[in-house]
């Protein structure tokens, strides 16, 4: 910036003004949802008189709301352990030199990341009716395992793109078997990936709500299948301390995944500019 003219001074502060404006119109409504779950009140409104916990102590306290949590709590946790397992299988197969039809196969892979979500909630709905799965937790860890897992995939494959594949055919050279070349070279190097894509695929799995809605039943109420019906049936300002809760999962989430990023870069000796 010290050799910078002042109109490029000047569209450098514009730029990030203009910038810092986008984001804050992208994130004021769900900004302005976090004060309202602290109003004593309930309505949805502003001034709020004073300041209450109430709607927090309902949210973890009531059999309604902690029976969503602890579903959504399981069902995500079934569904990052299966997504983990089978996106790192495909990606590790994917990577390799001679794999045939990559393209097609990684283009089927993340089709689920393409497909409208109503689309696949219905075809699983038929798809799982013929199997006499509907309302069961199988049918939902599966449904969400098949949305989780192309995050997965893609980034344990973006980690695998500066994988030198020499490094574990030297290790094998040297008498290491597959199981002790992986677990020794490869799993070191692909683990920030890993970790990266099952907390995608977390979030994924705990958001989620259309997939649940066609597929769940009245014992596979997850929390945002609760905070949609509760929308629809009644409008309780506990919705508001649910929402909030989801935001610091996901806020958390981002930040992890972010901080995991840089780490796989040093460890790749690059560095950030």
């Not at 004060?35 to 309505?43: D, H, I, R, T």
């Not at 390799?96 to 990684?106: H, I, L, Q, W």
């Not at 299948?225 to 929402?243: C, L, N, Q, Y």
Request: glycine share 4%; net charge positive.
């Amino acid at each position: 910036m010290s050799y910078a003219s002042p109109i490029e001074k000047a569209w450098y502060y514009i730029h990030r003004l203009i910038s810092c404006a986008v984001l804050l119109f992208l994130i004021a409504p769900i900004l302005a949802i976090v004060p309202l779950s602290f109003n004593s009140v309930p309505f949805f409104t502003y001034p709020m008189p004073s300041l209450s916990l109430r709607w927090y102590h309902e949210f973890f306290l009531t059999t309604r709301w902690q029976g969503a949590l602890l579903n959504s709590t399981f069902v995500a946790g079934s569904v990052t352990l299966l997504s983990t397992l089978l996106g790192t299988l495909a990606a590790l197969g994917l990577s390799k030199p001679n794999f045939p039809f990559r393209t097609a196969v990684t283009a089927l892979l993340i089709s689920p990341m393409i497909a409208p979500v109503v689309i696949t909630a219905v075809a699983m709905y038929f798809f799982f009716a013929e199997a006499a799965l509907l309302n069961t937790y199988t049918a939902l860890i599966i449904a969400h395992t098949t949305l989780a897992t192309p995050f997965v995939v893609i980034m344990v494959t973006a980690t695998l793109k500066g994988f030198d594949h020499w490094i574990a055919r030297a290790a094998a050279s040297l008498g290491g078997d597959p199981i002790t070349v992986f677990f020794k070279i490869t799993f070191p190097l692909i683990m920030p990936g890993m970790v990266s894509g099952a907390l995608f695929a977390f979030l994924t799995s705990f958001d989620e709500t259309v997939v649940a809605l066609f597929v769940a039943g009245p014992q596979q109420r997850t929390l945002p299948k609760v905070m949609f019906s509760g929308i629809r049936e009644e409008i309780s300002p506990t919705i508001t301390a649910a929402a909030t809760v989801l935001i610091l999962i996901a806020t958390t989430t981002l930040v992890t995944v972010e901080l995991l990023r840089r780490r796989s870069e040093r460890l790749r000796g690059i560095r950030n500019t």
